[in-house]
């Protein structure tokens, strides 16, 4: 599985992005699938995960109510909206497909990763 993230870029504070992230090769159907972010000098934490068929989804805390995760399984694409932007969501973001059909929080749950895409938040 080859995982592409894309849609970051560099946003002002209160704005909006959405990112994308593609699968090639295997699919996503049937697995999970997780957003992640790692900001600088600091771990690799999750950020939003959405189970196989797209009827559950999880947040952290930090982002619940600002961030909501989806996926088109038919498109072999998950995204995540990310809207009310703080300059301490500054990271980059990677997707995960999980080993399983339901996600975890914890990266070591996720075995196929993109290669991350920069999101700056900065006025």
């Known amino acids: 599985v080859q995982l592409q993230a894309s849609g970051g870029g560099l946003v002002q504070p209160g704005g909006s992005l959405r990112l994308s992230c593609a699968a090639s090769g295997r699919t996503f159907s049937g697995y999970a699938v997780g957003w992640f972010r790692q900001a600088p000098g600091k771990e690799r934490e999750f950020v939003a995960g959405?189970?196989?068929?797209?009827?559950?989804?999880y947040y952290a805390d930090s982002v619940k109510g600002r961030f909501t995760i989806s996926r088109d399984n038919a498109k072999n694409t998950v995204y995540l909206q990310m809207n009310s932007l703080k300059p301490e969501d500054t990271a980059v973001y990677y997707c995960?497909?999980?080993?399983?059909?339901?996600?975890?929080?914890?990266?070591?749950?996720?075995?196929?990763w993109g290669q991350g895409t920069q999101v700056t938040v900065s006025s």
């Open positions: 959405i189970n196989w068929s797209g009827g559950s989804a």
């Open positions: 995960a497909r999980d080993r399983t059909s339901w996600p975890t929080s914890t990266a070591l749950g996720y075995n196929y």
